[in-house]
């Protein structure tokens, strides 16, 4: 079974998810409506791909500085040197 039917058909009376309501207008061929709840969709995943990213480019001294201790760092070399 897709998962779109099964959303349909275990969801609650009357509640109307974004995924629902883009569902809906586009197999009605209404694509100017369901263009805002897909654009609300695509915002809601680009925020935490986003956070990942700027957390993970950081540079170790970079978290330390924000509070966070570790205690151990990495060597260039990859052998890891303990404070």
């Known amino acids: 079974?897709?998962?779109?039917?099964?959303?349909?058909?275990?969801?609650?009376?009357?509640?109307?998810t974004l995924a629902i309501d883009?569902?809906?207008?586009?197999?009605e061929a209404m694509w100017?409506?369901?263009?805002?709840?897909?654009?609300a969709i695509v915002v809601a995943g680009?925020?935490?791909?986003?956070?990942?990213?700027?957390?993970?480019t950081r540079k170790p001294s970079e978290l330390l500085t924000r509070g966070t201790r570790a205690s151990c760092i990495p060597s260039s070399r990859g052998a890891v040197l303990d404070r």
């Not at 100017?32 to 654009?39: I, M």
């Open 1 to 16: 079974m897709k998962e779109m039917p099964a959303t349909l058909l275990l969801r609650p009376f009357g509640l109307n």
């Open 22 to 27: 883009v569902w809906e207008h586009t197999s």
């Open 32 to 39: 100017q409506e369901a263009a805002v709840p897909a654009l």
């Open 46 to 56: 680009l925020v935490p791909v986003l956070l990942t990213l700027r957390l993970g």
